[in-house]
């Protein structure tokens, strides 16, 4: 079977067929790591990619138009771990682009960081020679006016946001042996506005100034639905994901009755829309702790979670929501400690999962390069046997 023959049968709760075997990412700086310490190392990961940088764990997308070591968006893609490990390609994300197209500009430089605006209108300081989080100086929007201005600044030639011309996708994509997904960053009810506000513009606008944040989903919500149609009409796409990333290792940045107010009713919109083109899994993906919230999403459609942090107890999901769609879900913790017999808990932990079906299992995230190649290669090895006894 293909990569995208088992990721859909894994979504349609086959339990006869072979789970997949992929991992959603890693950071560039663990690829580095690991060369030194046994993976193969035929390409070297490109100087200019800093060791905090994703490298994900899929194909290159069939557009891409710079070289075949990167996405259409981009960004690195696994050459380096799948050959190694017999891994199949994760379901590979298809190019977007939320922003208003802005030209982006540099405003200052010097030897060690570099202050810039980008296409979204952030302004963003980050360090040139070393992976660091960057820190945003400046969001576009803080005021009902401001997000006037910006929504002007949008036109609706959707068609010059794609990679090719829309009546050249299906030519394109046909024959793909991989998932395609649809989604991520930024588009979701909480994260873009959060994205373009700042987290505490946004959650005193949430009791300030309610409609602003109102006007933003709306207006989001239809522009992403103009936008994605044109995809939607001319490639099958398999996976689409929301994101959110509103909870932290504590729970919810908002409650229950926020989100229900002023995230809910765009999400229920938004998966009524995706309903018409059959698309097999619309999943929320959150970061943190997701009790109170997962609830309102199954009410909203939503059929399943990415990338389920080892703060949730994935088991617990599985008996409360039998049928919802689950993918990640390992604790990478013990992965760090190197011990294998902490490794082999967790995976006797995450097994039985499989055997209902619905459930593709690989690290909660981006694999980070505090995780030694004899400690992943151990792990992913005794994942993928686990997989093929269940084949047996």
């Given at each position: 079977?293909?990569s995208?023959?088992?990721?859909?049968?894994?979504?349609?709760?086959?339990?006869?067929?072979?789970?997949?075997?992929?991992?959603?990412?890693?950071?560039?700086?663990?690829?580095?790591?690991?060369?030194?310490?046994?993976?193969?190392?035929?390409?070297?990961?490109?100087?200019?990619?800093?060791?905090?940088?994703?490298?994900?764990?899929?194909?290159?997308?069939?557009?891409?138009?710079?070289?075949?070591?990167?996405?259409?968006?981009?960004?690195?893609?696994?050459?380096?771990?799948?050959?190694?490990?017999?891994?199949?390609?994760?379901?590979?994300?298809?190019?977007?682009?939320?922003?208003?197209?802005?030209?982006?500009?540099?405003?200052?430089?010097?030897?060690?960081?570099?202050?810039?605006?980008?296409?979204?209108?952030?302004?963003?300081?980050?360090?040139?020679?070393?992976?660091?989080?960057?820190?945003?100086?400046?969001?576009?929007?803080?005021?009902?006016?401001?997000l006037?201005?910006?929504?002007?600044?949008?036109?609706?030639?959707?068609?010059?946001?794609?990679?090719?011309p829309?009546?050249?996708?299906?030519?394109?994509?046909?024959?793909?042996?991989?998932?395609?997904?649809?989604?991520?960053?930024?588009?979701?009810?909480?994260?873009?506005?959060?994205?373009?506000?700042?987290?505490?513009?946004?959650?005193?606008?949430?009791?300030?100034?309610?409609?602003?944040?109102?006007?933003?989903?709306?207006?989001f919500?239809?522009?992403?639905?103009?936008?994605?149609?044109?995809?939607?009409?001319?490639?099958?796409?398999?996976?689409?994901?929301?994101?959110?990333?509103?909870?932290?290792?504590?729970?919810?940045?908002?409650?229950?009755?926020?989100?229900?107010?002023?995230?809910?009713?765009?999400t229920?919109?938004?998966?009524?829309?995706?309903?018409?083109?059959?698309?097999?899994?619309?999943?929320?993906?959150?970061?943190g702790?997701?009790?109170?919230?997962?609830?309102?999403?199954?009410?909203?459609?939503?059929?399943?979670?990415?990338?389920?942090?080892?703060?949730?107890?994935?088991?617990?999901?599985r008996?409360?929501?039998?049928?919802?769609?689950?993918?990640?879900?390992?604790?990478k913790?013990?992965?760090?400690?190197?011990?294998?017999?902490?490794?082999?808990?967790?995976?006797?932990?995450?097994?039985?999962?499989?055997?209902?079906?619905?459930?593709?299992?690989?690290?909660?995230?981006?694999?980070?390069?505090?995780?030694?190649?004899?400690?992943?290669?151990?792990?992913?090895?005794?994942?993928?046997?686990?997989?093929?006894?269940?084949?047996?």
């Amino acid at each position: 079977m293909t990569s995208r023959e088992k990721f859909l049968a894994g979504m349609r709760f086959d339990t006869g067929a072979p789970v997949l075997k992929a991992e959603f990412g890693y950071w560039a700086g663990a690829i580095r790591r690991w060369q030194h310490e046994g993976l193969p190392a035929a390409r070297a990961v490109p100087a200019g990619v800093q060791d905090g940088d994703l490298v994900r764990g899929s194909a290159p997308f069939a557009a891409a138009d710079t070289t075949t070591t990167r996405t259409g968006s981009g960004e690195l893609v696994d050459l380096y771990v799948r050959p190694a490990l017999g891994l199949d390609s994760y379901p590979v994300k298809f190019p977007i682009d939320f922003s208003p197209r802005l030209p982006k500009r540099v405003l200052a430089e010097d030897e060690e960081q570099r202050t810039f605006t980008d296409a979204y209108g952030l302004t963003v300081r980050l360090l040139k020679h070393r992976a660091s989080t960057p820190q945003f100086l400046r969001y576009p929007i803080h005021s009902r006016a401001d997000l006037e201005a910006y929504i002007e600044r949008y036109d609706r030639n959707y068609a010059a946001r794609l990679p090719v011309p829309p009546e050249r996708l299906g030519e394109l994509l046909r024959g793909r042996e991989y998932g395609l997904r649809l989604g991520g960053g930024p588009f979701g009810f909480t994260f873009f506005a959060r994205s373009l506000m700042g987290e505490e513009r946004y959650l005193t606008a949430l009791y300030d100034e309610p409609a602003l944040i109102h006007r933003f989903n709306e207006f989001f919500l239809n522009f992403a639905m103009e936008y994605w149609s044109l995809i939607l009409a001319h490639a099958d796409i398999d996976w689409v994901i929301i994101l959110e990333d509103i909870a932290y290792r504590g729970g919810p940045m908002i409650s229950p009755a926020m989100f229900e107010t002023f995230a809910l009713p765009y999400t229920v919109r938004f998966v009524d829309f995706l309903r018409q083109y059959r698309v097999p899994a619309v999943m929320v993906d959150c970061d943190g702790r997701l009790d109170g919230l997962l609830a309102l999403w199954v009410k909203a459609g939503v059929t399943g979670l990415f990338p389920i942090e080892a703060v949730n107890d994935i088991l617990a999901i599985r008996e409360a929501y039998p049928r919802l769609q689950l993918v990640g879900g390992v604790d990478k913790r013990p992965l760090i400690t190197g011990r294998r017999e902490a490794i082999d808990a967790e995976l006797a932990r995450i097994a039985p999962l499989m055997e209902r079906g619905g459930f593709i299992p690989h690290i909660d995230h981006a694999v980070p390069e505090d995780i030694s190649w004899d400690s992943f290669r151990y792990y992913r090895e005794r994942l993928n046997e686990i997989i093929d006894r269940r084949k047996a």
